[in-house]
């Protein structure tokens, strides 16, 4: 029995959806009874109940075989990565409370770095406490998102404009879908590995350019590229609705992509397929 947290995002939904359709028996896990009613239809077991509640996850968790998990973030907490941490800590305790023998965990390109990577910090910190549980660990450090381009839908559809916080427009960089990684995961479940390992996983590479292009056809408008130079990046964020502590997260991340302090450094590179275009469409 595989348990999956995460199923009403883009990557659990695709985890559970593929497991069942491989007729494997899962448990998926939910904070509201309603987002499990259409997965009991599909046979799976449902627990309800938080990540961040040790007791519930271990009782959850007992007679696994595997474990798919991720960190939700949470930007309303007053302490964001505080919040990380105490969430970690509940799924690595509950990890081994109930003893599960392999637990694939969605993770970030940079999470090998202990600090300067803004939200990735927190991935550094859970990597290391589910290795310290003794479970067999399979981390699958994704690239960026390709799905991020939502946030770029808004001011495109309204303003005619597509905001730039890299230090060039023109500079591809590899993008992966979500459902590259629901699959991955999935895979990693049926498939346990001999070792703990990291697994970094790209997708194919696009420049802002190209992602303000594909966006602006499928809107039918053309889009202008506004470059917005670092000192700008806070202000303009929390411009946008994002409260000044979360856009100072985000804008670290930012400085670590845009300096090359985040690269892949894992075990071995998967590369997905899917292409932004579909994504594009998905989101508009």
Do not use: C
Not at 44 to 51: K, P, Y
Not at 244 to 254: H, K, L, N, S, T
Not at 256 to 271: L, W, Y
């Amino acid at each position: 029995m595989f348990v999956i947290a995460g199923v009403t995002g883009h990557v659990g939904s695709v985890v559970a959806a593929e497991l069942l359709s491989q007729q494997q028996k899962i448990k998926v896990l939910v904070r509201d009874p309603k987002k499990g009613t259409a997965w009991a239809q599909r046979g799976a077991e449902v627990a309800v109940g938080t990540l961040d509640d040790r007791a519930f996850l271990g009782g959850a968790l007992r007679g696994a075989s595997g474990f798919f998990t991720l960190l939700p973030p949470n930007f309303a907490a007053p302490d964001f990565f505080a919040y990380q941490r105490k969430t970690a800590d509940a799924i690595a305790g509950a990890v081994q409370d109930a003893a599960v023998p392999h637990v694939v965990l969605l993770s970030s390109v940079g999470a090998d770095l202990p600090a300067g990577t803004g939200p990735i910090k927190g991935l550094h910190y859970f990597e290391n406490q589910l290795r310290a549980t003794g479970t067999l660990l399979t981390a699958i450090r994704a690239g960026y998102f390709q799905e991020n381009l939502g946030s770029a839908v808004a001011p495109a559809r309204q303003q005619g404009v597509f905001l730039n916080f890299t230090p060039s427009a023109d500079y591809p960089m590899p993008m992966i879908a979500t459902k590259d990684i629901g699959l991955l995961a999935a895979q990693s479940l049926l498939n346990k590995p001999r070792a703990s390992e990291v697994i970094d996983l790209h997708g194919p590479a696009y420049s802002q350019r190209q992602l303000a292009e594909r966006l602006g056809a499928a809107l039918g408008k053309q889009l202008q590229v506004v470059d917005i130079p670092e000192p700008e990046w806070v202000p303009t964020l929390t411009k946008g609705g994002f409260p000044q502590p979360v856009a100072e997260i985000f804008a670290e991340m930012y400085h670590a992509f845009a300096t090359g302090t985040v690269q892949p450094r894992g075990d071995r590179m998967v590369q997905g397929t899917t292409p932004i275009d579909a994504v594009v469409k998905s989101l508009v």
